[in-house]
């Protein structure tokens, strides 16, 4: 096995999410296979997003510009603001083209193993804006993972006192599910809350 | 969905060998959320290797030299040449400590389907090597592929008019291999090679 820059490479690339030793090694033979129209091009690529990207300093969304696209857009509704754990829910969500409001980015969940404390949780800018009466409606759109709930249950207890409409994503059946392949909680969940036609 | 050098970035990722649309996403929020320790780093790593890294001209392995790590070794055996399809064959070999001859890289197999004709193999220097009468034995070790086997006959017959043994890897029974899952080519194969004890 060599030692050498190559190594170093393979070593750097498998510390990427879902990527194992053995795809580390596929991906750098890739990418010296084809130098010119992918592995430079990719090393500018990272360099240039690691200098350019900022966090928008409103609602945490990643950017180039100091206050992101979808905070500085004035078509948007500013008045409902979409609570989300992390950018890619955000993204989730924008990829739907189903919402006008903006959001805000809580930057992770609620967890004892992970060590996740609300001290961790961005909520300041969120606070500030509902303080100064800016926001009619938070939704919370937090995972429905125990973290998630977690979460959600804590942030609505914060937002509490304030005079603002605070709701949260509807559990049931995904469009498309069979009821034999889900899971109780998502059934008990589906039944309780059931609506009249 | 941004327009930036985050989506530009995240569509080079997804271009990477069994990485997907939304793996491209996470590793790119990875990357993002690791900018000193892993985003920085990895971008140099790229270019270093992209810079430093050459094709051995003896064999085609990548190295820093010119020539290889393996070619230049002089205690390896160098009159036995193991042939393999790619890099990561040699990869797969060297990583079992198990050879101490050195190798010949095709750089492929024949492939119709993909367009790979005998023209496109790197067999050269091989040749160059056999007719200066330095080589003893060529191991042929393409995979178990059609392709491979196609390869391993195709440069057999090439070899076949000089003074130098020929061997191939032998098939049969992975060990810890169980019967009931080896497919019925394996099992003839491994009936028909039997040897006795």
Not at 148 to 160: D, I
Not at 161 to 189: H, M
Request: proline share 2%.
């Amino acid at each position: 096995m060599q030692k050498n820059d190559l190594e170093l490479l393979i070593n750097y690339i498998s510390k990427l999410p879902s990527v194992g030793k053995r795809s580390a090694k596929r991906i750098a033979l890739h990418l010296l296979k084809n130098k010119e129209n992918l592995m430079f091009p990719l090393a500018k690529a990272i360099t240039d997003t690691a200098q350019n990207i900022k966090k928008c300093s409103e609602c945490g969304n990643y950017d180039i510009s100091e206050i992101c696209n979808i905070c500085s857009n004035e078509k948007r509704n500013h008045e409902q603001v979409c609570v989300v754990e992390n950018v890619e829910d955000l993204w989730a969500i924008e990829r739907g083209n189903i919402y006008n409001g903006v959001y805000h980015i809580l930057g992770g969940a609620l967890s004892a193993i992970d060590g996740i404390s609300p001290d961790d949780l961005n909520l300041k800018t969120l606070l500030a804006k509902i303080q100064a009466g800016k926001v009619k409606e938070v939704i919370l759109a937090t995972n429905a993972t125990i973290e998630g709930q977690t979460t959600a249950h804590f942030v609505s207890g914060k937002l509490r006192q304030y005079n603002v409409k605070i709701s949260r994503l509807a559990f049931g059946i995904p469009l498309g599910g069979e009821l034999d392949y889900l899971d109780e909680g998502t059934l008990l969940t589906a039944l309780e809350t059931r609506r009249e036609l």
